[in-house]
């Protein structure tokens, strides 16, 4: 069975591509993984995936792309013959194609930067979350914080509020703000095969802990 992971944010630039990257990346070490750029003409993951590819052909790692949500719908059907898991990049601001990628994964996150902008633009997203109620029970979308500084006040409130403004749960696992990560995304690779313990830590104990939620999802 295939399971999907939707990577959602009205905003931009707030490590949708870095999410998406990293985690099919550490999927693809496991199991024929499939990532889905949404976000054209940017195409994030797209560009990542032909510099990946540039130096060795990805193993297990396909990608494609998909410019509207019927285009994204035909695609992971077929991509969902042969792939274990599927991950999508999507596009910021788009409602219509924000739902379709809700309504279709097993689990949807949403990266949140601790800033109160951030918090303010997932409000916007809390009304297509709800739109996707309505078409699908069990709706699982969860924040997951990026760019994190664990120790500061600002980052302590931020996740309150953003605990009680959104009522979304979060992911236990936490990205920090880290060059690894942006270089890494430069060249291709995940933050695990970038030299930086701390980001190699996170982007595993990330893949570990989404693999965790969708195996609870298929008992
Ligand atoms: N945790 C992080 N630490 C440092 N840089 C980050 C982090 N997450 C994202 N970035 C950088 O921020 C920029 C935007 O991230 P990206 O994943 O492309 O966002 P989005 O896909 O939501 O637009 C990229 O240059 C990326 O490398
Ligand atoms: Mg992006």
Redesign the pocket.
């Known amino acids: 069975m295939t399971q999907i992971v939707g990577i959602i944010q009205v905003k931009?630039?707030v490590?949708?591509?870095?999410i998406?990257t990293n985690l099919a990346a550490a999927f693809s070490l496991a199991k024929p993984t499939a990532l889905i750029?949404c976000?054209l003409p940017?195409g994030?993951?797209a560009s990542w995936y032909a510099v990946r590819k540039s130096e060795a052909p990805p193993t297990n790692l396909t990608l494609a792309t998909a410019r509207d949500y019927r285009e994204l719908i035909a695609t992971a059907k077929e991509l969902s013959r042969d792939h274990r898991y599927i991950v999508i990049?999507a596009?910021?601001r788009i409602a219509e194609m924000t739902r379709a990628i809700i309504v279709m994964s097993s689990l949807c996150l949403v990266p949140l930067g601790a800033s109160a902008a951030e918090i303010w633009s997932t409000a916007d997203l809390l009304r297509t979350i709800e739109a996707a109620r309505a078409y699908r029970a069990g709706i699982d979308v969860r924040i997951v914080w990026n760019r994190f500084r664990a120790r500061t006040r600002e980052a302590a409130d931020l996740s309150e509020a953003a605990r009680k403004e959104l009522g979304l749960s979060e992911l236990a696992t936490r990205l920090g703000y880290r060059v690894a990560y942006s270089e890494a995304l430069a060249r291709g690779l995940s933050a695990d095969e970038w030299l930086d313990r701390t980001a190699h830590a996170e982007v595993r104990a990330l893949a570990e802990e989404v693999r965790e939620i969708l195996k609870e999802k298929v008992r």
Request: aromatic share 0%.
């Open positions: 931009g630039g490590g949708r591509s870095t998406a750029d976000d940017q994030t993951s990049d596009p910021p």
